[in-house]
């Protein structure tokens, strides 16, 4: 599975912005998605993740109630709407796959993924 992660950009404080994040090589309805980001001098941490069906969400309290994961299989694609943005949301953002179907707390974990997008770059300014 290949990943292409894009829509990234600069953004004022309050705004949005989507994240898309494109599979080829091999369908991936049968993979859990999971988005991380990285800042600068961090380490990276889980964003959100989602079920195989796209049934199961989950996100972390730091983006639980403006940012929202959701999927299109038909499309090979997986979103990250995210609103509301705070300086602190500036972040590399990279999505990834892991070959189960429902998330798990492993999902919480980017060492549990096997497969990772190239990552896009989210600034956003005060």
């Known amino acids: 599975v290949q990943l292409q992660a894009s829509g990234g950009g600069l953004v004022q404080v309050g705004g949005s912005l989507r994240l898309s994040c494109a599979g080829s090589g091999r369908t991936f309805s049968g993979y859990v998605m999971g988005w991380f980001r990285q800042a600068p001098g961090k380490e990276r941490e889980f964003v959100a993740t989602i079920s195989w069906a796209g049934t199961r969400k989950y996100h972390a309290d730091s983006v639980k109630g403006r940012f929202t994961i959701s999927r299109d299989n038909a499309k090979n694609t997986v979103y990250l709407q995210m609103n509301s943005l705070k300086p602190e949301d500036t972040a590399v953002y990279f999505c990834?796959?892991?070959?189960?179907?429902?998330?798990?707390?492993?999902?919480?974990?980017?060492?549990?993924?096997?497969?990772w997008g190239q990552g896009t770059l989210v600034t956003v300014s005060s």
């Open positions: 990834a796959a892991r070959a189960v179907r429902v998330p798990s707390s492993a999902c919480l974990n980017p060492i549990h993924y096997t497969y």
